[in-house]
């Protein structure tokens, strides 16, 4: 499965690609975020390819016109959730850091994951129980893990655009720590591959912005939790996720001392 799944988001990372090249036409949604011609070309795509794969497991995905059925939970076991274009502000900005994800999520929990950087020409996939690798170009798969946190010099990922209190507070606390900013999925495959210790991120998101990438980190030995420490969970009522952080291995020691009540409601 996971060759047809990478083949399909390769397609709809080239045609992101062409469009990225000559054609940044942007309208809007109703919440104000940016919707272009590439989000809705790579989820027809991404559609089309899920259907023939696995015509009866159902699909959710930023860009369905149905998202409202679900605002009230009542999730099948087994479903893909997708993200066609993460980052759409890297997008229009021209970073490169815009990221394709698609994740599969069984019982509540993803459970394989890809996350494709077409600028980057990049691939994350990770399979519960299977371990997590990265692709570069036409170089060979590598295998990648998370690293084992630093707890005297530790490295800190954020969001370039979404940093709220609670990651304030973290690294004024931290403040001999490393930070690496940068958009998309791309801060969780960061950890994953051993490039940071902890990705906090304490302003909404929904679902799809994050279950291929949590997939990728815990595949790689990492860990993706609550600001209360539980496993972070999915099909909840309206897709919305609360704040959460991503983990290197014994990296939740640097997180004392942090009020993580000061995270903000998960409205969006």
């Known amino acids: 499965?996971?060759?047809?799944?990478?083949?399909?988001?390769?397609?709809?990372?080239?045609?992101?690609m062409r469009i990225y090249a000559d054609d940044k036409?942007?309208?809007?949604?109703?919440?104000?975020?940016?919707?272009?011609?590439?989000?809705?070309?790579?989820?027809?795509?991404?559609?089309?390819?899920?259907?023939?794969?696995?015509p009866d497991v159902v699909i959710i995905s930023e860009e369905d016109r149905e998202l409202d059925r679900?605002?009230?939970?009542?999730?099948?076991?087994?479903?893909?959730?997708?993200?066609?274009?993460d980052g759409t502000k890297e997008f229009v900005k021209g970073t490169g850091e815009f990221t394709v994800n698609i994740a599969l999520v069984q019982q509540g929990y993803p459970a394989l994951g890809l996350v494709y950087a077409p600028v980057l020409e990049t691939l994350y996939v990770g399979e519960i129980g299977q371990g997590a690798w990265k692709q570069t170009g036409e170089?060979?798969?590598?295998?990648?893990?998370?690293?084992?946190?630093q707890i005297e010099a530790p490295i800190f990922v954020a969001s370039k655009d979404h940093a709220g209190p609670a990651v304030a507070k973290l690294l004024?606390?931290?403040?001999?720590?490393k930070t690496r900013?940068?958009?998309?999925?791309?801060?969780?495959?960061?950890?994953?591959?051993g490039g940071a210790d902890v990705y906090l991120r304490d302003l909404p998101t929904m679902e799809w912005d994050t279950a291929a990438a949590q997939c990728v980190v815990e595949a790689a030995g990492g860990q993706v939790q609550t600001l209360t420490g539980e496993r972070f969970k999915?099909?909840?009522?309206?897709?919305?996720?609360?704040?959460?952080?991503?983990?290197?291995?014994?990296?939740?020691?640097?997180?004392?001392?942090?009020?993580?009540?000061?995270?903000?409601?998960?409205?969006?």
């Open 139 to 149: 170089v060979k798969r590598e295998s990648i893990s998370v690293g084992i946190a």
């Open 172 to 177: 004024a606390q931290h403040s001999h720590a």
């Open 70 to 85: 679900w605002k009230k939970g009542d999730f099948p076991e087994q479903f893909w959730l997708v993200d066609p274009l």
């Open 1 to 16: 499965m996971i060759d047809a799944l990478e083949k399909i988001i390769r397609t709809a990372g080239a045609e992101i």
């Open 234 to 268: 999915y099909a909840k009522a309206g897709l919305r996720n609360p704040g959460f952080v991503a983990l290197s291995v014994g990296a939740r020691e640097l997180l004392t001392g942090v009020d993580l009540s000061l995270s903000p409601s998960t409205e969006i």
């Open 25 to 54: 036409d942007i309208t809007y949604k109703a919440d104000e975020s940016p919707l272009m011609a590439a989000d809705l070309a790579a989820h027809r795509i991404i559609i089309e390819g899920l259907k023939q794969l696995t």
């Open 181 to 193: 900013s940068m958009g998309s999925s791309l801060k969780f495959c960061l950890l994953a591959e």
